[in-house]
T-cell receptor, first 117, second 112 residues
């Protein structure tokens, strides 16, 4: 089952606008990560936020984490056409189960962001 | 240059013909992982490895095998490929488990 689920599935905005994507997850986590993928290519890491952090910034990116609601959001400010991509959240499965070693990393289905010039 | 490489990048094969997709990283990372990406399903983890000789199942391990004999290499083996294994496959590595993942460029596999 998917741990992380992004919302919305697709988002279309104009250049200069802000884009907000949300991620919900189900179990306790050590950290949550956001990745970006340009069509058909490998994912690129954007930002990692730990479970004891509430907000983190990196350039035009702002990530928040609410562990009580088991949710995170990624905000891209002043978007550019080059930000057009799919964005994924990923969480570690904190709880050990069925003998696994706690090394699972679970990705959501992603949000497709389209930024129109 | 720090990177994760995968080979081949594209592969067309037939049902039942064993194949191996190689993955190599030059960053001395302990953790390596394989994912498949399918439309509407996002990325799903197939297998991961916490270190040499330590591997474990991800969410969709059926029909796949892996090995980790050396720290830098983590091949994905399909003993008897089937059409439902047609997918885009990614290898990734990180310094430690579930930290920042560095992804390879992907392998597009078509099983006829």
């Amino acid at each position: 089952s998917q741990q992380g689920e992004e919302d919305p599935q697709a988002l279309s905005i104009q250049e200069g606008e802000n884009a907000t994507m949300n991620c919900s997850y189900k179990t306790s986590i050590n950290n949550l990560q956001w990745y970006r993928q340009n069509s058909g290519r490998g994912l690129v890491h954007l930002i990692l936020i730990r479970s004891n952090e509430r907000e983190k910034h990196s350039g035009r990116l702002r990530v928040t984490l609410d562990t009580s609601k088991k949710s995170s959001s990624l905000l891209i400010t002043a978007s550019r056409a080059a930000d057009t991509a799919s964005y994924f959240c990923a969480t570690d499965a904190f709880a050990l189960s069925e003998g696994n070693q706690g090394g699972k990393l679970i990705f959501g289905q992603g949000t497709e962001l389209s930024v129109k010039p | 240059e720090a990177q994760v490489t995968q080979n081949p990048r594209y592969l067309i094969t037939v049902t039942g013909k064993k194949l191996t997709v190689t993955c190599s990283q030059n960053m001395n990372h302990e953790y390596m992982s394989w994912y498949r990406q399918d439309p509407g399903l996002g990325l799903r983890q197939i297998y991961y490895s916490m270190n040499v000789e330590v591997t474990d199942k991800g969410d969709v391990p059926e029909g796949y095998k892996v090995s980790r004999k050396e720290k830098r290499n983590f091949p994905l083996i399909l003993e008897s490929p089937s059409p439902n294994q047609t997918s885009l496959y990614f290898c990734a590595s990180s310094k430690r488990k579930v930290e920042t993942q560095y992804f390879g460029p992907g392998t597009r596999l078509l099983v006829l």
